[in-house]
């Protein structure tokens, strides 16, 4: 180990970022990130979910080229947008989605793209044996480097991954929520190799949700808020109460209207929903007049909880209810038909016919209403352009394709769509996302007028903020469960947060950030 | 914005490639009355060419609403010779015109559903399924009589020239205002099957569900009904075709049919439904039959052969899909 070390630090330091400036058209994903890894030492990373992670292992890893800034590896700056030589440098990234090939054996993943070769000609010998010895490094012996990989489970397969980034001589390996798919025996594992790793001098980036995670492996933490480094290589033992505010990050007040009142009756019950591996036994009801909130980290299962509630996904157990009607599993037509509305998670894949024009996109839940012997067409689009009035829709000429519009006026397409259809219930998933404020304003003028009116509203947001803005009653998920039900104008960003992340939210900590 | 672009956005790129498309229709016309002016612009070649098509025109519309869903129906072909042997066999002896209507329609549209449920139920895809149904069909259609064309004079119920009407050949080869009785047919199949495609729930959904399968099931669309339907209508319609096909020839071949699907799947897509579903014109449908019958009387009239038919046609095809390729990609 050379260079001086530092409090917490270990070696010399082998990649800098400075200054680090990422936009997107309309969106400053980052504003200015500073952020350092040294030899040897595992820098956890961590930021609430749109905080700019993963635009920052990006621009690292050479995937999208950064606005402004610089990126240093032994204080050279690093060719922009070139993935080839971020590795080449020794910049290895291991995605949430492990991005390895099923059908070829785990000697072929770790050597994909750069196969050990005798003149033209595959050495695969050679390829076997390295594959082994890369593997035994990691401790992860016993997985054999001829099997396919299909046959290995979610750990091992991330053994092979990194075991793929260790052969292009790694020096920095970042890990992008590596534990999120291990159960708490492969977890350990997963730090015995980190151990091992870091040992060699390896410096690790470990981006996890996971604040005891942090707290056992870390040595330093580094904070984003919004796009910008709200703490730049603290020690790993900051307090989860420091850690949790840093990731809160700016506030902005104005933007919620005032939370609707009068709570009615029952309209949907679910009760020990179980779609497994996802959601694994959830139950609670929404009443009229309510904008019920689901929180919870991306993969806590809340998307999933909608799509088995609309029967679009299978469920193993459960019962779904509304206004006293059972509505059978895999029946997403039938639920529709019951009075429940979905905003999916994707508008443009899942929500809208993008090629179709907003008339067919609105009507396509509810045309039994404009048929009379035959489709009434201009009436159906008479009833759509009020429709998109009434919500402000920008445009509101009912024959523009969907495709053309903005994301927060195709929200607002999705949203006509069940108002023309007078659904009771509405399961709105992440209506918010990629959707810019002014537009994120009226988003949240309508859900609350649309409570007003009566409807039960369900709101899944990864952001905390909104929920505790807007929300009348706020459930949180984590791993698949319910773990807390919380009163919507009391709680807080941070409350939910803590909720989200703490493996057990003992009362104590809850007293700590409340 | 150019006055091009003014008037796509206003009347939609579908119709615009209708309009596109009856150019060339009339453009094949006018070629062909300079070309052949004594026998082509007749009333007499006009009436051929429209019975010629109606075969093709009636399995086109069925292919349209598969073609719709982002499905595909290979097998309409082979339905027409199987349902016209099976049909025959059974009438042929009582010389019932009705049996043999009923039986070549409920035959094809069976096969049909068996092409429904192998991709509804059995999750194959329809290429492959009707893949299958292709050769199934075809070997069934040898099966039933022994290889061996069925006569089916029989059920004229006049003479060959001038049968009675609603006796099978009469469908072939009768007239009404002087308009054969087989392009009736095919024209009310086709303003029906517009209806259906643009004025009802069902028509609607049949697209939806071919121009983006999750958003039309979240939106309710019973995704799976609507793919099964769409294949039984494919062999109904081929069952139509097939009673159309033997009332002019006055038998049931085993080898008739042969490349049917082609004709219809090339004149759907020229007419500018997408393969990939979500968009779908019955006009274009229609405009695309017409197409292809006019390069084949022209042709024909000029001594071109065959083959050089098929080389023509490939390329409209080709050209017609290249023509189609979305300019915005997302």
Known sequence: MNGAPTAGGKGATVLEVRGLVKTYPGVEALRGVDFNVREGEVHCLLGANGAGKSTLIKCVSGVVEPTAGEILVDGEPLPERDTAAALGRGIATIYQELDLVEELSVAQNIFLGHEPRRGPLLDLGRMRGEASALLTRLGHEKIDPRLPLAALRPAARQAVSIARALSYDARVLIMDEPSAILDAGEVETLFGVVRRLTAEGVGVVYISHRLDEIRRIGDRVTVLADGATAADGIAADTSTDELVRLMVGRKVDRLYPDRPTGVGEVLLEARDIKALPAVRGVSFEVRAGEVLGIGGLVGSGRSELLRAICGLDPRETGEVTLAGKRLPPNRPDRAIAAGLGLAPEDRKSQGLLLDWSLTKNVSLADLGRFTHGLLDVRGERAAVRDQLRSLNTVPDDPDRRAGELSGGNQQKVVLARWLLRECRVLLLDEPTRGVDIPSKAEIYRIVTELAERGLGVVLVSSELEELAGICTRVLVMREGELVADLDGAKTTERELLAYAVVPTAGPDLIEEVA | ?330
């Open chain 2, 1 to 330: 914005m150019s006055y091009a672009i003014a008037l796509r956005k206003r009347f939609g790129a579908l119709q615009f490639q209708e309009y596109a498309l009856a150019l060339v229709v009339i453009a094949l016309f006018v070629a062909g009355a300079i070309l052949k002016p004594d026998t082509f612009p007749t009333w007499d070649n006009v009436r051929n060419m429209l019975t010629q098509a109606s075969i093709v025109g009636v399995l086109a519309v069925g292919m349209t609403f598969v073609i719709a869903t982002s499905g595909i129906d290979l097998s309409v072909g082979s339905m027409v010779a199987a349902a016209g042997v099976f049909a025959g066999t059974m009438a042929e002896p009582s010389g019932g015109t009705f049996i043999f209507i009923v039986a070549a329609i409920a035959f094809a549209a069976l096969l049909g559903a068996v092409n429904a449920t192998a991709i509804t139920f059995g999750r194959v895809v329809p290429f492959i399924a009707t893949l299958a149904m292709l050769s199934i069909a075809r070997g069934l259609a040898l099966i039933f009589n022994d290889k061996l064309p069925v006569g089916l004079l029989n059920l004229n119920g006049g003479s060959f020239g001038d049968p009675s009407p609603f006796s099978l050949l009469w469908f072939g080869t009768g007239k009404i205002i002087g308009i054969p009785v087989s392009v009736w047919i095919f024209l009310g199949i086709v303003i029906a099957g517009w209806v259906v495609l643009n004025r009802t729930r069902y028509g609607r959904h049949v697209v939806a569900v071919g121009g983006n399968r999750e958003a039309a099931r979240i939106a309710g669309v019973p995704v799976r009904r609507v793919i099964f339907s769409v294949y039984v209508l494919s062999g109904l319609l081929a069952g139509i075709a097939t009673v159309l096909l033997c009332a002019r020839l006055g038998s049931a071949s085993p080898v008739s049919g042969e490349l049917y699907e082609l004709d219809a799947i090339g004149a759907v897509v020229i007419g500018g439904t997408s393969l990939a579903g979500g968009r779908a014109t019955m006009v274009g449908t229609f405009l695309g039959v017409l197409t292809f019958a006019l390069i084949f009387s022209l042709m024909t009239q000029l001594d071109l052969s065959t083959e050089i038919q098929q080389v023509t046609k490939g390329a409209i095809v080709l050209g017609a899909v290249l023509l189609q390729r979305p300019e915005v990609r997302y």
